[in-house]
């Protein structure tokens, strides 16, 4: 046989493909929606500790704790005693302007930073892994100094801040 005649030959063989059967879908039916529930877990989780720590952030900084629990209004905040103007918050749902929005944001975080007494590299941790950057300024013992930093927009018109003596 010449190679024309065995390539002719091989063209017109049909194999035909595996089907799963009704348990290799269910397997992987299965599968999926164990990912799905572990996911939605730990989407739960982090929301969960990161108000948690939020609440005590915006307790050194004078702020209500349950704000840290109301989305959108937890980020206007972050804006706001981070010296930046809290609308970028809800601009932050429009494609493209969420890029600015997200640069104001952590300049935010930089200025909170400051004003808790960390160094300025301490926003590569806000960027990177917020959610350790959260926490850690949770538990940390430093105290709140609205005079470092950005001034708090929240305390612009709402009269002095809170670190400030009461008048007499």
Known sequence: MNILSQLAQSTYEYTSPTTSSGADGAAALLLVTGFMFFYFLALIA?????????????????????????????????????????????????????????????????????????????????????????????????AWNDSLGAPSVAYEHAGTPPTAAPLT
């Open 46 to 142: 982090t929301y969960v500790i990161s108000s948690l720590a939020l609440g005590r952030i915006f307790k050194k900084a004078g702020v209500a704790s349950w704000i840290a629990w109301v989305p959108f209004y937890n980020t206007w905040k972050i804006l706001e005693i981070g010296g930046q103007q809290g609308f970028w918050a809800v601009l932050a749902i429009i494609p493209v302007v969420n890029i600015v929005s997200a640069v104001f944001t952590i300049i935010a975080m930089y200025n909170i930073g400051l004003k808790l007494g960390k160094s300025g590299a301490f926003v590569l941790l806000a960027i990177f892994l917020p959610i350790v950057w959260v926490i850690w300024l949770a538990v940390d013992t430093s």
